[in-house]
């Protein structure tokens, strides 16, 4: 039998993705044509883990031009100005950082909330995988953790 695909949107949004220029870290530069998007954040439920990605499509052709993995330590970044649309997205420091702008304020910070949702449960699914101890003497292998 074929494997499911069982991912999930928790949240779909519009908006427009830059990558920071690899030159200039100031400087974004707009990913496909520079319209609006269908964001997605996706939960895969084909893994024990919790697994989630931002992927965003672009409307005319569905071509994807984000498709980034949400781990522990990932960047999401807003600004401080009370009308600010836009955020920072990277998996990592030393990945390329991707800027996202939204229709409007609202719309960036319901998308931070659920990408910060996911963070904090991702982190806490690697936490409590990590807190399993593997003790083995010869042979005989114990596994102590929860779960």
Known sequence: MASLDKNTSLHCVN???YKASESEASIWEPLGEAAWTDMHILKDGNSRES???IVALERQNKMVILN???VPGTIWNTANASEDTFAEFATTMHD???GLY???KAHRDQTTEVVEG???EVTA???ATASLAVIGE???TVLLGEG
Request: glycine share 0%; with cysteine; proline share 4%.
């Open 125 to 127: 699914s690697r936490a």
């Open 96 to 98: 390329h950082h991707y």
């Open 51 to 53: 697994n989630f990605r």
């Open 118 to 120: 996911c963070i904090a």
């Open 68 to 70: 980034a993995r949400i």
């Open 15 to 17: 908006a427009v993705i």
């Open 138 to 140: 010869d042979s005989a």
């Open 102 to 104: 939204f229709p409007d």
